[in-house]
């Protein structure tokens, strides 16, 4: 099953769900940064927020997600756009730890205390962040707890993410059901219950289970709004990292040129390395001198 996302709402367009399946991108983040079982999980859990967040954004429009834990996986970040694209990565990829109650302890790795940061960044001159304590860790429950909170929008969140015995990427994805106004107490406990109906995410993806059949458990009759593919896009480039070395200034990169035969940049965000030769660092101290 390709990656993709739909958007969709119930008859009385007092709900809106935004449902997604991220196992390619997920396992193409897994591959690029070469993390561990637990942190897998939690960076594609990550990524695919970023996926259901970003979808109401509009043209240029981004979002940058930071979850800091005080758990060994260090800082969480993914961005993401209104076409669908997300990149991401955490701060110790490395990190791991044993599985608990046979499941991997995301909650354990991402951290019981800290914060969740969202930065909405809609082409103004400032962008909005909100931010709220993390709840749990399990970073499902710490989005429904900003929505709520920052944003004031009762949302159920649910994330999934399905690593295989060769530690690969089985099945990712996930859904986000928010109450428009006009939706009821009624409306939000039948939601509450449908949700708790279904199985888990990762596990309904690794049947075959595609969105639109969440759809149906979580909303009964419902109208799709739209549908698009995801995937994980970096926006780094050759051309932008020589701009942040000519950036660094005069003094750090003679620093470079007189230690270093060949420089590597490696990019946080999807681990793509560039190298740089010395008479190429060269080239770009006479364009920082100039």
Known sequence: MKDYLVVGTNKKENLRVYAAVTTGLAEEARRRHDTSPT?????????????????????????????????????????????????????????????????????????????????????????YTGSVPIVSGEIGE?????????????????????????????????????????????????????????????SLINEGSAPEEWFKILLGDFVEIDRRPVSFLCRCSREKIEQVLIGMGEAEIRDIIEHQRRTEIRCHFCGEKYYFERHEMEKLLKEAQS
């Open 39 to 127: 942190a897998s999980a939690a960076l594609g859990r990550g990524l695919t927020a970023g996926v259901l967040m970003s979808a109401n954004l509009k043209g240029d429009d981004l979002l940058t997600l930071r979850i800091i834990g005080d758990g060994p996986l260090g800082a969480l970040i993914v961005t993401s756009d209104s076409a669908g694209n997300v990149r991401g990565y955490a701060q110790c990829p490395e990190a791991d730890l044993p599985s608990r109650n046979g499941k991997l302890d995301v909650g354990g790795l991402v951290g019981k205390k800290g914060e969740l940061y969202v930065t909405k960044n809609m082409g103004l001159k400032d962008s």
């Open 142 to 202: 710490d989005i429904a707890y900003y929505y709520a909170r920052s944003e004031q929008i009762p949302s159920v969140v649910a994330l999934g993410v399905l690593v295989d015995t060769d530690i690969s990427v089985r099945a990712a994805g996930g859904y986000l059901v928010q109450a428009f106004p006009g939706a009821g107490a009624e409306d939000l406990a039948a939601l509450e219950q449908r949700a708790l109906s279904l199985p888990g995410i990762s």
